[in-house]
């Protein structure tokens, strides 16, 4: 999606407003259907947060009927852990609760081919920006692999069939297909491709969950990596795999109303952020849909549908009627930007000044995880 004008979306830029119905039918996803009550009682998929999907049917099958299946996702050890990525962390534990297996890669090979960063220093911000935070969002160590891309195992049978498969599939890739998703390939990026289709398959293998359907949570500028998994799935001779499924959730904007991004401190909120910078944050950089003036405002009203802060809010509040009053005095002139601020601010403050406290226990519980 890089046509002048328009918005951008790819695996390393997501820029413009973007146009989720095109993405469905460009990327061929599915609009996400009317689920089961029991996915509704889920805030990200009762107010329709998660947009689309890829065979999510075998997913949903699994948790009506108490089947087993798998949940794997990712994490890129760069950067803060901010408040987009508790949306999907928040996904995991949800889907934990129902009975999933998890699956959570530490990229630690990906972020030394791509991005210069050491294998050490990627350890490092895993636990204690990435696996810390997920501990004291409610992260349980039962029915939960976490791993990193170089070191996947210590029991030799199941590293060994990890890294077998991985180049396995390398018979299997094209250049063309690495050079569609990649840009500029090197050997690195393809090499970190194709072990990153592992950590998406190799959950199926005999030596880890064997035959079990497997589904990860994405953002919709990440699946070119899922098409690609797919693709090899399909492909690949000396193991039978089921197709991944795949769901797609809306971006959280970052507080000047584009993407958030790890590389702008002043996009987002990080979940160790202290209340004087939430404060300061909110104040200074959310983007306000409201009027220039207080006159202009409470005679026109504001626009919800633009302002950041009300856009979190969509995330953050669980209570629907609070989150419509919210919504209808903004519209209607009677709450003020700088009220609506000081509404997320104090929502933040409060979540944030619990979650820090359980970040402390966090920390003494991290050795549970990595086994």
Not at 88 to 94: N, T
Not at 127 to 141: E, F
Not at 288 to 297: A, D, N
Request: net charge positive.
């Amino acid at each position: 999606m890089t046509e002048k004008g328009k918005f951008v979306v790819t695996p390393w830029e997501v820029k413009g407003k973007i146009d989720y119905n095109k993405l469905i039918k460009e990327f061929g996803l599915k609009p996400m259907e009317e689920l089961p009550e029991v996915f509704n009682k889920n805030l990200l998929f009762r107010r329709k947060k998660i947009f689309a999907h890829r065979d999510f049917g075998k997913i949903v099958d699994a948790v009506l009927h108490k089947k087993p299946f798998v949940m794997m996702t990712g994490l890129m050890p760069t950067g803060k852990f901010h408040i987009g990525h508790a949306v999907l962390a928040r996904q995991f534990l949800f889907y934990q609760a129902l009975g999933a297996k998890l699956y959570i890669a530490v990229a630690d090979i990906e972020a030394y081919n791509a991005r210069g960063q050491s294998l050490e220093e990627s350890r490092r911000i895993a636990i204690d920006q990435y696996i810390t935070n997920y501990i004291a969002l409610g992260l349980k160590p039962e029915n939960c692999e976490i791993y990193f891309q170089s070191d996947r195992s210590k029991d030799p049978k199941k590293a060994n069939a990890f890294y077998r498969l991985q180049n396995l599939l390398a018979r299997h890739a094209t250049f063309n297909e690495f050079k569609a998703v990649y840009g500029d390939v090197s050997p690195g990026k393809m090499m970190c491709g194709l072990l990153q289709a592992s950590d998406m398959l190799h959950s199926q293998l005999p030596e880890f969950e064997g035959d079990l359907p497997v589904f990860i949570p994405v953002g919709v500028d990440q699946d070119p990596h899922i098409r690609l998994a797919r693709d090899l799935s399909a492909r690949i001779k000396e193991q039978k795999f089921k197709q991944i499924a795949s769901t797609y959730h809306l971006f959280v904007p970052g507080l000047n109303g584009d993407k958030m991004s790890a590389s702008d401190p002043n996009s987002y909120i990080a979940l160790t952020d202290d209340a004087k910078t939430v404060k300061n944050k909110v104040n200074k950089y959310a983007f306000s849909g409201g009027r220039t003036t207080v006159e202009e405002h409470r005679k026109h009203g504001g626009n919800p549908d633009v302002d950041v802060s009300y856009q979190w809010l969509t995330f953050f509040e669980e209570d629907d009627d609070r989150l419509k009053q919210i919504h209808d005095d903004y519209k209607s002139g009677k709450l003020l930007s700088g009220e609506l601020k000081a509404i997320l601010i104090e929502k933040l403050n409060n979540f944030l000044a619990e979650h820090q406290k359980k970040r402390e226990e966090a920390k003494k519980q991290v050795d549970k995880f990595l086994k």
